[in-house]
């Protein structure tokens, strides 16, 4: 059976990233080996991955994309230019311009929304990396950005686990 994961922020290729979130590798070509690695550890082939937005810099993704496990799909963030054509191209299933709702209860974007208990909605998101003005997760929401998830996708059992917990 089939299990639904979760990722933000991966940033392949983006020597930036490292400087600007403390990442704790020495270069791109590290931090790439290994978020591929903890990636195809956690993920299996059948299994689908939604990356919620900044995947890596441009020109990375047919590369990176090849080298990982599970049917992988897009919600653009703020750092994904190019036109969706481009990125299913490159080999992601789907790609989303807007928030999409997965499962009937969660809204999947880039960027955080406002939710709250009496809302019929929880948001997972990304885009604010390790920001302190952020809480990594209440009932209502879910930050999937790497740095708080140990530079691999989560699952949606995981998370559950951690919100009901």
Not at 5 to 31: V, W
Not at 107 to 118: A, M, R, T
Not at 131 to 151: G, M, N, Q, T, W
């Amino acid at each position: 059976m089939s299990a639904a994961y979760f990722i933000a922020d991966t940033h392949f290729g983006d020597r930036n990233i490292l400087r600007y979130e403390n990442r704790p590798f020495a270069d791109t070509d590290e931090m790439d080996r290994e978020l591929i690695s903890r990636w195809n550890l956690t993920v299996d082939k059948a299994d689908a991955v939604y990356v919620l937005g900044d995947f890596g810099a441009e020109g990375y993704e047919e590369k990176i994309l090849k080298q990982l496990n599970g049917k992988i799909f897009l919600v653009k963030g703020n750092h994904d230019k190019s036109s969706n054509e481009y990125y299913r191209k490159a080999g992601f299933c789907e790609v989303y311009d807007m928030p999409i709702i997965f499962n009937g209860f969660w809204i999947l974007s880039h960027e955080p929304f406002y939710v709250n208990e009496n809302m019929p909605y929880a948001n997972l998101f990304g885009h604010v990396h390790n920001s302190p003005l952020f809480k990594a997760y209440s009932s209502h929401h879910f930050c999937v950005s790497v740095e708080r998830i140990d530079y691999k996708p989560i699952s949606l059992d995981e998370i559950f686990a951690k919100v009901n917990s």
